[in-house]
């Protein structure tokens, strides 16, 4: 079951980077044909743009992340002793090396992991999850942390942010190049006015934001239900988690996070308590609290 | 001609499959053993701590003498046994070892000195951190038990395990109440 989620997910990030690339190529034919008369030129336009914003963000050091939000390593048990231990022995049970362990002065309860892959992941919490969970919710909290290191969910989340980054730049090129009362009119197109390709490009422009935007909040709500099933396979002990996700629910929102980093936490760091209308969950990075302890409670 | 190199190419490729099957039994069973003396480095942490646990608790309650000169039978009995010879044994010492560690931290809470020193509570994180890992270790060596024995009864597998004599590991029993549920707070 483990292996075989970690599996599905590898192939997984392979379906939602091709599905991104070829939105980022629509895209790039669209912009092309409005700023240049040509898609082939737009269609490699993006794509260069794409694979510069992918290595930018995947190079992106854990320290950078890290300063960031504000979070201080440290570097033995001596420490924090109780997040160190708790974090060791997810890892251990999870069979993921040692992450780097990070702490952020915060009094809001939350808690992250960042990196590539296993070999180079860092988890980090905040003061108010240490002072607010007892080691039961401890542990599951960095289970659920460690459950993303382990599937690799950060270089998924990271490319496909990457990529819906590269679509928004792109979009933002034409709407600018608009708004200066440029772009093709009608006498310079020899070839006649193409009306549905025009249209089409048009509603393409408008769209792929939207549709690159919830995509990418889609895949991010479904890792956080795999992470708290995860978390739970490697504590055994559903009631830990649940009643971590309950002193969640009623967290205030934190002051040293950074919105980028929104998508990497147990709960949206910024509305961690917020309600929303059914259509507001669409772009939200996490599903609602209530549906996550509830899916805890059927296991 | 044809069916010559067909049959050569059969053949690399029934040794391939061989090989790697064969290979994923010894990498299991390697995580078998590493999970095993995992288990075994911490019983030895808990042993080492014991001492300074006794001593700390005798400073502070005259009364426990009973269950402290339990809690070093216990530790000295494992003190000469390991994972590797008698895994099932071991555990079972282990699990007492801790069952009496528990009542004598349930005693302590009765003391409300002894409860607020420094040194205590320390020790108290260090065998609380070590208990959870034996206990998670002692999840992980199961799992990977179950791994290797998956493979020894599954078809093709099977046969390769067969041909050099790979035998089933046996699952440590976790004790009932190792795993309470714990309380859930509103």
Known sequence: MLYQQINMNKRRTVYVVFGFCLLVALVGAAVGYWLAGSTVVGIIMALVIALIYVSVMIGQSTDVVMNMNHAHEIHSAAESPELWHVVEDMAMVAQVPMPRVFIIDDPSPNAFATGNDPEHSAVAATTGLMQMMNREELEGVMGHEITHVRNYDIRLQTIALALSAAISFLVNLVSNFWWLGGGRSDDDDDRGVNIFGMLASLLLIILAPLAAAIAQMALSRNREYLADAGSVELTRNPQGMISALRKLEHAEPMQQADPSSASLYITDPEENAKRHRWLDHLFDTHPPLEDRIARLEEM | ?186
Not at chain 2, 47 to 56: E, F, G, H
Not at chain 2, 92 to 110: D, I, M, R
Not at chain 2, 126 to 154: D, G, H, M, P, W
């Open chain 2, 1 to 186: 001609m044809m069916a010559a190199i067909i049959a050569v190419v059969v053949v690399i490729l029934l040794i391939v499959w061989y090989v790697s099957i064969y290979n994923g039994f010894i990498t299991t069973r390697n995580q078998v053993e590493e999970s095993a003396s995992q288990i075994d480095v911490q019983l030895q942490r808990r042993n080492d701590l014991i001492p300074n646990l006794v001593n700390t608790v005798k400073g502070y309650s005259k009364y426990e003498a009973g269950t402290l000169e339990k809690v070093t039978a216990l530790r000295n009995q494992l003190a000469g046994m390991n994972m590797e010879d008698d895994p099932q044994k071991t555990m079972e010492v282990s699990n007492q070892l801790s069952g009496t560690l528990k009542s004598l931290f349930a005693v302590s809470e009765a003391y409300p000195d002894l409860k607020a020193s420094a040194e205590y509570q320390k020790l108290m994180e260090e065998l609380t951190n070590t208990e959870n890992k034996i206990a998670y270790s002692r999840q992980l060596y199961n799992s990977c038990v179950r791994r290797f024995n998956e493979k020894l009864q599954a078809f093709p597998s099977n046969l390769v395990g067969k041909i050099h004599h790979f035998t089933q590991f046996e699952y440590l029993q976790v004790p009932a109440e190792a795993r309470e549920t714990p309380k859930v707070e509103f």
